[in-house]
C-alpha cells in the first residue's frame, strides 16, 4: 500500500514538476489580421519565392533589440506595416526577453516573423532587450532565459538544428538555409554579440545543436 502511496506521489510531482516548465513564457501576442497576412505573403513571395505564412523551424536567431523595453518593443512590432522598398511587412519576432529574464510570446511559434534577412522562412527568432549604445549587455537572467526558451524550442520541434546569432548570418549560410531571391539585400548586424554567443553554446552544444565559431 505505502509503495502504491510512493508512486502516485511520484507521478503527481512529475506531472507538476512538466507543467511548471511548460510555463516558460507568457503570452502577449500583436495584432494579427488578414492584412498582416497578406503582406507576410508580399514579402515571402518577392523574398524566398514562395508562400510562407506558417514555418518549419529548422534554426533559432538570437537578436538584440538595441532600444526599448517590452512594452515598447511589443508596441514597435504590433504595427503590421513599415515603410520599406523591400516590402511592407513590419519587423517583428517569436519571442522577446527582457532584462529580468521574462519570455514574452508574441506570436504563434511557427508563424512567420521577418527578423533575419534570408533565414525567416524557417528560423524562430528571439529578441533580447538590450544592446544599447551597441554595447554587449545582455543580462545574466537573459542568458537563462534563452536557454530555457532553446531547449523548450529543441524539444517541442526537433526539427531544429542550428541556433546563430544574427551577426553570424553569413558564416550561417553554411547550414544551407539561407535564401534569398532579391540581390544586395543584405544588413551587417552586430547582435547579440559574441559573448552572448558562447554563454548560449556553453549550455546547449551538448544538446546537439550547432553553433557557429566567434
Ligand atoms: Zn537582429
Redesign the pocket.
Known amino acids: 500500500m505505502k509503495k502504491i502511496f510512493l508512486i502516485c506521489a511520484a507521478i503527481i510531482f512529475m506531472a507538476l514538476t512538466a507543467h511548471a516548465e511548460e510555463k516558460i513564457f507568457e503570452d502577449h501576442f500583436i495584432t494579427w489580421t488578414n492584412h498582416r497576412d497578406e503582406l507576410i505573403d508580399e514579402y515571402t513571395l518577392k523574398h524566398y519565392g514562395k508562400f510562407c505564412r506558417e514555418i518549419v523551424p529548422k534554426a533559432v536567431?538570437v537578436?538584440?533589440t538595441a532600444f526599448g523595453t517590452l512594452e515598447s518593443v511589443h508596441k514597435f512590432f504590433d504595427a503590421e506595416e513599415m515603410p520599406d522598398d523591400e516590402g511592407r511587412l513590419n519587423v517583428a519576432s517569436q519571442f522577446l526577453v527582457g532584462r529580468d529574464g521574462t519570455i514574452w510570446r508574441l506570436m504563434p511559434e511557427t508563424k512567420f516573423a521577418r527578423?533575419?534577412i534570408g533565414y525567416n522562412h524557417c528560423a524562430i527568432?528571439i529578441?533580447n532587450i538590450g544592446g544599447f549604445d551597441g554595447r554587449e549587455d545582455l543580462t545574466d537572467e537573459q542568458l537563462a532565459a534563452n536557454v530555457r526558451l532553446i531547449k523548450y524550442l529543441h524539444a517541442k520541434y526537433p526539427t531544429i538544428e542550428f541556433v546563430f546569432g544574427?551577426y553570424q548570418q553569413d558564416a550561417a549560410r553554411a547550414s544551407g538555409l539561407y535564401i534569398e531571391h532579391v540581390a544586395d539585400y543584405y544588413a551587417g548586424?552586430p547582435?547579440?554579440g559574441p559573448k552572448f554567443m558562447r554563454g548560449l553554446r556553453e549550455q546547449l552544444e551538448s544538446d546537439g545543436l550547432k553553433f557557429y565559431d566567434s
Open positions: 536567431v537578436h538584440w527578423h533575419a527568432g529578441e544574427h548586424k547582435d547579440p
